[in-house]
């Protein structure tokens, strides 16, 4: 089970990348925008890059993250919340193109959470 749910992040982690490559017009430039908060904020394309930076830089956690988890590190907790504080930000940021998102992170943060709590318990 720790292993799935540590498969999962880093396959959160990669869909993050999705984030990072239309910002920077590396996929699909032709549905290229500047704006966030469901059109209703206008970044720029500076601001649009940096959030792309963002959610790139989310993706890794994630991928470190799980590695981190199932190679039993002891600050892999601080990260994960971390992790996922800033993946449901960019999420709401980025709404309703990322609304997936939200309901992963919930899905991911709860695997995580009964397991760690299944595990404490035994």
Do not use: C
């Amino acid at each position: 089970m720790k292993l799935f749910i540590s498969i999962l992040m880093i396959l959160h982690g990669i869909a993050h990348t999705v984030g990072f490559t239309t910002s920077w017009k590396l996929a699909n430039p032709s549905g290229f925008k500047t704006t966030v908060f469901g059109g209703n904020v206008d970044l720029g394309e500076f601001g649009i890059r940096v959030t792309g930076v963002l959610w790139l830089l989310t993706g890794a956690a994630f991928v470190v993250l799980a590695i981190a988890w199932i190679t039993e590190q002891t600050w892999w907790s601080s990260l994960a919340w971390s992790a996922f504080v800033l993946s449901t930000l960019l999420t709401i940021i980025q709404w309703p193109e990322a609304r997936i998102g939200i309901a992963v992170n919930a899905s991911l943060a709860l695997a995580l959470l009964v397991y760690v709590k299944l595990e404490v318990a035994t």
